[in-house]
């Protein structure tokens, strides 16, 4: 099972954004992407899709400081999706990503391991580098 480390950048917030998913053996960027206007909480859960389709049938082990996406579909998401989509209160944020992320977290096998962000844990600080090099342009 592959070993990704995910992370997604908006700056402001809202704004520019950017995610990176990196390889956890060698630690190389994997998969880039940027919206020109978007939030950090969008950007983190297109990180995990794009880790998730990496890996494909593999499956993962995704190491991600985003606790709320880790909680979306560890916790959330099976109640969302047997309410039709909804909420008891107010919409879904994100429910474009929301949809296909639990769609393909339920389809791979995916394991997924919550970090502390910005607290010096060496894949995590380059995916969060990485990020922000995709918020800027860069590419793989």
């Not at 890996?55 to 993962?60: K, M, S, T, V, W």
């Not at 999706?81 to 096998?109: A, R």
Request: aromatic share 10%; charged share 20%.
């Amino acid at each position: 099972m592959k070993t990704l480390w995910t992370d997604g950048s908006a700056s402001p917030n809202p704004g520019p954004g950017g995610y990176a998913v990196i390889d956890g053996t060698t630690g190389n960027p994997v998969a880039l992407g940027c919206e020109a206007h978007t939030t950090n909480i969008r950007m983190e859960g297109l990180a995990m899709i794009a880790a998730i389709k990496y890996a494909n049938i593999e499956g993962c082990e995704i190491h991600s400081d985003s606790e709320f996406w880790i909680n979306v579909l560890t916790k959330w998401a099976d109640v969302w999706q047997s309410h039709g989509w909804k909420k008891s209160k107010g919409e879904i944020m994100n429910l474009d990503i929301v949809k296909e992320l639990y769609t393909l977290y339920h389809k791979y096998p995916v394991k997924l391991i919550w970090v502390r962000g910005h607290a010096g844990t060496k894949y995590n600080e380059l995916a969060d580098e990485w990020a922000n090099k995709a918020r800027t342009g860069a590419t793989l």
